[in-house]
């Protein structure tokens, strides 16, 4: 009997334990990359499933079990595992998000009272920074962060890319900003902005000088510059841009608009001012028609600067509230686009991106393909092929988790569990690996 038990012991221990530190993930939750003097890593926020049950009926399999988290920092130039942290279970003792990264810091909230906020070197992964260090600031001190449910962290902890400093809330719902070099803190009049789930691809996108760009048809999509047709027909299975989601530059789009709009404010008031500096009766002298045609239309001038003033000023005021709605594509260069399409039509189709750039006589002319054959064009059928069954039999993996983004000239794709690296300038895969 004792036989038996261990037997079965041993079985279901072997069959469905993962090693959290080598094993593949079966999820991946965030993503950013990280470029500094460290050198450039992308960081991500992996689960590795542990089944404590598996069972199939009727051609279904019914899976119970929890989540391992850990934090993977990979050599962008390379792809190699540059560092890996077991950051445990999650939910209500050890959740965790990585909020964002400042030169040779990686920002991260953890419930875990022996890390709470927290900053880790991008390169190693090892706590550089941790909540002693950071309370010896003065203004740290006094402060007490709220007691955030483990699923709703993204609520109270977040990032401002816009100014590059991490933000915390305190238990009495006040927002602060965290100075990344001396921790200092700075209450600040906003609420933080929570992330929504990222759309990758979409079919049409907005070109500098207003125009836009469609990617339109029937099974094969060709491109159109406003309701022209492209001359060189380019056409592309099922294509899709590839969207920029990077809040690092978005915050840097949003802080240049921000200055631009300040800037604006500040001259339509000085041109105001010294109008009516000099001009102390004017709207009578106007209405009563005893001014000459140049002095009118200096009037009306003004007349419109204060109407755009006020327009500016409450632009100005609402600023933050605003999100950046435009869909800008992602690309390395003005003037080019990626395009995302399948190789054929099929339930196997694989992954071809192309690098297509805009020509001023608003032809389009394709830089390069790459073919990415160990990727599914549609990822659920990464799962319903079976292509991943032998490796994941001890799991439950997810497939539907994507991301893209470019720096240092190469595009890095995650989709289905994989990364890849592609040189912008040639298409050349560089590398690829299992995550």
């Given at each position: 009997m004792f036989f038996t038990t261990l037997s079965i012991a041993l079985f279901f221990t072997s069959c469905f334990h993962k090693d959290v530190m080598t094993d593949r993930a079966d999820d991946i939750i965030s993503s950013l990359i990280y470029k500094g003097k460290e050198g450039n890593f992308i960081i991500c926020k992996e689960a590795?499933?542990?089944?404590?049950?598996?069972?199939?009926?009727?051609?279904?399999?019914?899976?119970?079990?929890?989540?391992?988290?850990?934090?993977?920092?990979?050599?962008?130039?390379?792809?190699?595992?540059?560092?890996?942290?077991?950051?445990?279970?999650?939910?209500?003792?050890?959740?965790?998000?990585?909020?964002?990264?400042?030169?040779?810091?990686?920002?991260?909230?953890?419930?875990?009272?022996?890390?709470?906020?927290?900053?880790?070197?991008?390169k190693t992964l090892e706590v550089i920074t941790g909540p002693k260090k950071l309370v010896e600031a003065s203004t740290m001190k006094v402060i007490t962060l709220a007691p955030a449910p483990w699923s709703e962290l993204d609520r109270y902890f977040a990032f401002d890319w816009e100014n590059n400093t991490p933000l915390i809330t305190d238990a009495q719902g006040y927002v602060y900003a965290i100075n990344p070099d001396n921790f200092s803190a700075e209450k600040k009049?906003?609420?933080?902005?929570?992330?929504?789930?990222?759309?990758?691809?979409?079919?049409?996108?907005?070109?500098?000088?207003?125009?836009?760009?469609?990617?339109?048809?029937?099974?094969r999509n060709t491109i159109e510059i406003g309701n022209a047709e492209d001359k060189s027909k380019l056409s592309f299975l099922f294509g899709k841009f590839i969207i920029d989601n990077s809040d690092a530059r978005a915050g840097i789009i949003k802080k240049k608009r921000l200055e631009e709009l300040q800037k604006r404010v500040k001259r339509l008031e000085d041109s105001i001012k010294a109008y009516e500096s000099g001009h102390k009766d004017n709207d009578e002298e106007y209405f009563r028609g005893n001014m000459s045609r140049a002095e009118e239309d200096r009037y009306e001038q003004n007349s419109?600067?204060?109407?755009?003033?006020?327009?500016?000023?409450?632009?100005?005021?609402?600023?933050?509230?605003?999100?950046?709605?435009?869909?800008?594509?992602?690309?390395?260069?003005?003037?080019?686009?990626?395009?995302?399409?399948?190789?054929?039509?099929?339930?196997?189709?694989?992954?071809?991106?192309?690098?297509?750039?805009?020509?001023?006589?608003?032809?389009?002319?394709?830089?390069?393909?790459?073919?990415?054959?160990?990727?599914?064009?549609?990822?659920?059928k990464a799962s319903s092929k079976g292509a991943f069954e032998t490796v994941f039999s001890k799991g439950d993996p997810q497939f539907r988790y994507q991301w893209f983004d470019v720096e240092d000239n190469k595009l890095i794709m995650i989709s289905q569990l994989q990364m890849a690296c592609i040189d912008m300038g040639t298409g050349k895969v560089l590398w690829e690996i299992n995550i």
């Open positions: 590795v499933f542990q089944a404590t049950s598996k069972s199939s009926n009727g051609g279904f399999t019914r899976i119970s079990g929890r989540n391992d988290y850990r934090i993977s920092s990979y050599d962008l130039a390379t792809g190699k595992l540059s560092a890996r942290i077991n950051m445990k279970s999650g939910m209500e003792d050890e959740e965790f998000i990585i909020m964002g990264a400042t030169e040779g810091k990686i920002w991260m909230y953890s419930i875990n009272k022996d890390l709470g906020l927290h900053c880790r070197d991008p009049d906003k609420k933080l902005e929570i992330g929504f789930s990222k759309e990758w691809f979409n079919t049409s996108c907005g070109l500098n000088d207003g125009r836009s760009l469609y990617l339109k048809g029937d099974n419109k600067n204060k109407s755009a003033f006020e327009m500016a000023k409450m632009d100005l005021e609402h600023f933050n509230s605003f999100g950046m709605d435009e869909k800008n594509m992602l690309s390395n260069e003005p003037n080019t686009f990626l395009v995302y399409y399948a190789n054929s039509i099929s339930d196997t189709a694989r992954v071809i991106i192309s690098k297509v750039k805009f020509n001023a006589d608003s032809s389009c002319t394709q830089i390069w393909e790459c073919h990415l054959n160990n990727f599914f064009f549609d990822p659920d």
